[in-house]
T-cell receptor
Framework: EAGVTQFPSHSVIEKGQTVTLRCDPI?????LYWYRRVMGKEIKFLLH????????ESGMPNNRFLAERTGGTYSTLKVQPAELEDSGVYFC????????????FGSGTQLSVL | QKEVEQNSGPLSVPEGAIASLNCTYS??????FFWYRQYSGKSPELIMF????GDKEDGRFTAQLNKASQYVSLLIRDSQPSDSATYLC?????????????FGSGTRLSIRP
């Protein structure tokens, strides 16, 4: 069974550009999470989807970040326009269903904003 | 105060000894607690979870939870060099299940041969 996959694995962009990260959760997993780890800091919660609905987006830093999960399958996280402080590793995780909190993580996208 | 606090380490333990990793959390109402292992450059991997006060054992790993003290720990018995990694404590602080899972900054563990 395929795990959580993320694309791209690395992205280097200039300040002001747009980047879109993609996450494909494990098939059948209703819960999808986005997390971010900035250098030297803890993994920070960004948001949580249950199927196609945003359950909790309290961790999204500002309105330059837009997450979608159309159809309740894969998710995208768009950063527009990117700023220097957006650099870090963006992790996606999924879990099976309601009341299941065991997260399976993707390998992450390393984003560098220059 | 951070929501989930861990000593960043590094914690150095001789091979074969017991490694003890600690974590405290701020939300007294938290119900679910997790330990993830992350090798350098890799994604976090769930190794233990615990919901009730007391000990939970799985192979060489034991998770311990004390809700009154808001403290959760992970013991690794018979430590092996392959246990060298960063260990992340995570706590579900959401109002519903599978909601806001908050991570500590992790403890780097090094097992010396």
């Amino acid at each position: 069974e395929a795990g959580v996959t993320q694309f791209p694995s690395h992205s280097v962009i200039e300040k002001g550009q747009t980047v879109t990260l993609r996450c494909d959760p494990i098939s059948g997993h209703d819960n999808l999470y986005w997390y971010r780890r900035v250098m030297g800091k803890e993994i920070k919660f960004l948001l949580h989807f249950v199927k196609e609905s945003k359950q909790d987006e309290s961790g999204m830093p500002n309105n330059r970040f837009l997450a979608e999960r159309t159809g309740g399958t894969y998710s995208t996280l768009k950063v527009q326009p990117a700023e220097l402080e957006d650099s870090g590793v963006y992790f996606c995780a999924s879990s099976l269903g309601q009341a299941n909190e065991k997260l399976f993580f993707g390998s992450g996208t390393q984003l560098s904003v220059l | 105060q951070k929501e989930v606090e861990q000593n960043s380490g590094p914690l150095s333990v001789p091979e074969g000894a017991i490694a003890s990793l600690n974590c405290t959390y701020s939300d007294r109402g938290s119900q679910s607690f997790f330990w993830y292992r992350q090798y350098s450059g890799k994604s976090p991997e769930l190794i233990m979870f615990i919901y009730s006060n007391g000990d939970k054992e799985d192979g060489r790993f034991t998770a311990q939870l004390n809700k009154a003290s808001q403290y959760v720990s992970l013991l690794i018995r018979d430590s092996q060099p392959s246990d060298s990694a960063t260990y992340l404590c995570a706590v579900n602080m959401g109002y519903s299940s599978a909601s806001k899972i908050i991570f500590g900054s992790g403890t780097r563990l090094s097992i010396r041969p």
